[in-house]
């Protein structure tokens, strides 16, 4: 060696596989003679490999390794970072791969359930980068060559450093993860099977359908029309019903159907039209051809919608992008006015066009209520969110407290966490958040009350709610929940009802707290929180001094302007909405309670209030929210 004279010898000058190779001085031994052969130059050293000239489309990818297993992005992940590895076949989306040629012979990867690039880490160069789904920027480090390999198999390098994606220690058990690595045939660490997939390309649920390229523009029905025959066209985004469509999957044809949920119609082929530019409509659900689509998945999060009527693809008639331009079908065009996004959302509609099969439970207790009391307007909101969704998020932590609190024993807690938090409160079980969460368990004329609109009704006048207040320590103060009702469009009613579930009718602070040498006044308990009544007290005057609430006065209009601007405007106008946030993202947080009964047991004392006032049969709003794939039967009650 020329960094230090020593000679390349074998260990103990043995001759077993596995010998050591070592430096060592020079000692004229055998264990430091070499011979050289000569390899004939035409000898290839390393196996040929062909380009796989994959067609476009998703596909599985089959690691060669004992087991079979595929390659799978960690626990479903969609955000930046997520790890890849190896996991048995489960056949779902995190597990199939939408691969795409870019040219020059190197494809693109993105994993179907995120829209998100194989990519190696940082771009860097070295054995053993980890390999993680990003956002697809095109970069080197997200472009692989694919090639095929004498028997059969597939290899994938990397463009930004010519490593072969590989299975790390090349096991292949469950969780193995993928790096970069330089070639090594000796191994089938570095071969995959590549096989042709199928999924569903959106789940069911409730969508804006906008133009991909084209800002602010969706898909709409002209007028907000309920009637058959209204035209589908293209209109700015206005976070309207009549933009609004539940997608539904039909699993044995492989179709899809799109149906307005301001009308219950669904989008139609005008007379089962197979020409290009027949028009497009809503229409009556009949289920023919003419209201059957295929969607296809592009790669890259848009998407072909093709009607099953002589297969011509969804398109803006004209190639004009104003306002009113009414949709049609026609050939494909690979060109913007064919490509679209399926953007989530939520939606309310009207309780006539409730579909019992897809939200069981719900139709006839509404009916019956609503023929009990037909000054009410019952809406649904379509949440789009998965039922076992919710309930995992409901079931998390905020800032070290559990979101779901109870005090009652039994079924009703979670024994896996025996903290006490909020002086002698609980972590709920998923068995309780399930049976309070659940519309169906509410849907008599009291609890339904969580579900009002919270914003100011016709009704609310001083002599109303000194009906409702009689008796409580607000009877007094009806003029100021009034004037404060309509300064910050907050239901008096709410305000009132909120107000008296916190401090009790006699209200346990209604001669205030002492703070910082004055007397404040924090009826609704904002920002009262800690492990102790002490602390709870202390933390809420705080806030009241820092408001300055010196009157009760003060504390009214300031709690209904705090109400207003913290959940009624972020579109949590319902007691259920303050407790659980299903409406604006990110969901299940932002939630002005943890006890998992405060909206229930509000809205049976506020219509308590209500009746005893003579104020029940008055006109009112509510806005009942619907899950996906919720269970066939209402969440039964915990046992005590």
């Not at 709920?428 to 169906?440: C, G, K, L, V």
Request: aromatic share 12%.
């Amino acid at each position: 060696s020329k960094c230090n004279d020593l000679y390349l010898d074998i260990y103990g000058g043995y001759s077993s596989d596995g010998t050591n190779v070592q430096m060592y001085e020079g000692n004229g031994s055998d264990a430091q003679k070499y011979t050289f052969e000569k390899v004939d130059a035409t000898t290839p050293i390393e196996p040929q490999q062909e380009p796989a000239n994959l067609a476009d489309g998703a596909y599985q990818i089959k690691s060669k390794l004992s087991g079979g297993r595929v390659i799978d992005v960690q626990n479903a992940g969609k955000n930046d970072r997520q790890n890849v590895q190896i996991w048995d076949n489960c056949d779902v989306k995190q597990q199939k791969f939408h691969i795409k040629s870019v040219g020059d012979g190197y494809y693109s990867i993105r994993a179907v359930h995120s829209k998100k690039a194989l990519d190696v880490t940082g771009g860097a160069k070295e054995n053993n980068t980890n390999v993680q789904q990003y956002t697809y920027n095109g970069t080197d480090a997200q472009l692989w060559k694919i090639v095929k390999n004498t028997d059969g198999s597939y290899s994938f390098i990397s463009k930004c450093n010519d490593l072969y994606l590989d299975v790390q220690d090349a096991k292949g058990n469950n969780g193995d993860n993928i790096q970069v690595y330089q070639r090594n045939d000796a191994q089938d660490a570095q071969k995959f099977e590549i096989t042709p997939t199928t999924y569903q390309e959106i789940d069911n649920g409730i969508y804006e359908i906008q133009l991909a390229n084209v800002p602010n523009k969706v898909l709409d029905i002209s007028e907000g029309s309920k009637e058959d025959n209204a035209p589908l066209q293209i209109w700015d985004r206005a976070n309207v019903s009549q933009q609004k469509f539940y997608v539904e999957y039909n699993k044995q044809e492989k179709t899809y159907t799109m149906e307005a949920i301001h009308s219950g119609k669904l989008l139609d082929v005008v007379n089962k039209g197979k020409t290009e530019g027949t028009p497009v409509q809503q229409f009556t659900p009949n289920y023919s051809e003419a209201q059957k689509w295929k969607i296809k998945d592009l790669g890259d999060g848009t998407y072909n919608i093709i009607s099953e009527c002589g297969g011509l693809y969804l398109d803006v008639s004209n190639d004009t992008f104003t306002n009113g331009t009414h949709m049609q079908i026609y050939h494909q065009t690979n060109s913007n006015r064919q490509l679209f996004k399926f953007i989530e959302t939520s939606g309310v509609g009207d309780l006539s066009n409730l579909d019992n099969s897809k939200y069981p439970g719900y139709k006839t207790a509404l009916q019956k209520l609503q023929s009990q009391h037909p000054n009410w307007t019952i809406k649904i909101m379509y949440t789009g969110l998965k039922w076992d969704d919710v309930l995992n998020a409901e079931e998390g932590y905020s800032n070290g407290e559990p979101y779901s609190l109870t005090q009652t024993t039994g079924n009703w807690r979670d024994y896996s966490d025996n903290n006490s938090y909020q002086g002698g409160w609980y972590k709920a079980s998923r068995e309780a958040i399930a049976y309070m969460m659940d519309p169906r368990n509410s849907l008599d004329q009291y609890y339904v009350f969580q579900f009002q609109n919270l914003n100011s009704s016709s009704i609310e006048n001083v002599q109303s709610l000194s009906n409702m207040t009689n008796g409580t320590y607000l009877q007094n103060y009806c003029s100021t929940l009034v004037e404060a009702s309509k300064s910050h469009n907050v239901s008096a009613f709410h305000l009132a009802s909120r107000m008296i579930l916190e401090q009790g009718t006699s209200g346990w602070s209604v001669n205030g707290y002492q703070y910082g040498g004055r007397t404040v006044y924090n009826y609704a308990n904002i920002n009262a929180t800690g492990k102790t009544a002490e602390q709870i007290a202390q933390s809420g005057a705080a806030y009241a001094f820092s408001k300055k609430w010196f009157t009760p006065e003060f504390c009214i209009d300031g709690t209904a302007g705090w109400i207003y601007n913290n959940y009624l405007s972020n579109g949590q106008n319902t007691k259920y909405f303050e407790k659980y946030n299903v409406v604006t993202p990110p969901y299940c947080t932002h939630q002005y309670m943890q006890n998992i009964r405060a909206a229930n047991d509000e809205g049976q004392n506020t219509a308590k209030k209500l009746e005893k006032a003579g104020l029940l049969n008055c006109s009112y709003e509510f806005i009942i929210p619907a899950y996906e794939n919720m269970p066939s039967q209402a969440c039964p009650r915990p046992a005590q």
